[in-house]
Nanobody
């Protein structure tokens, strides 16, 4: 089992920045990759960003490219999402997630086995 705990959400004005953190514990060696999703009421949980622990590649949804950066520590315990130039449409609950299978569709929420409890990000206009 892997446990994930997010932090760093909050209220920020449009154009501002926030940094989300996700601390992983438990069987972290079983994780193949980690990522971030977000969800607003009445909508599907949306992919935001991810990476594989075995490589340097990162993947982003088009709407955040150039504004958000996903990063990690080499101890395989903490993942970050640096969010710059925030827009009101970025308002959502942000979830950290972990994958344990290689070759899965990194953009699909169904490929992720473990989830954090979520942290609210609100961007005011």
């Amino acid at each position: 089992q892997v446990q994930l705990a997010e932090s760093g959400g909050g209220l920020v004005q449009a154009g501002g920045s926030l940094r989300l953190s996700c601390v992983a514990s438990g069987r972290t060696s079983s994780m193949y990759g980690m990522g971030w999703f977000r969800q607003t009421p009445g909508k599907e949980r949306e992919f935001v960003a991810t990476f594989n622990w075995s490589g340097a590649s990162t993947y982003y949804v088009e709407s955040v490219k150039g504004r958000f950066t996903i990063s990690r520590d080499n101890a395989k315990t903490t993942v970050y999402l640096q969010m710059n130039s925030l827009k009101p449409e970025d308002t959502a609950v942000y979830y950290c997630a972990a994958r344990t299978r290689s070759g899965s569709n990194v953009y699909s929420r169904y490929s992720y086995d473990y989830w954090g409890q979520g942290t609210q990000v609100t961007v005011s206009s």
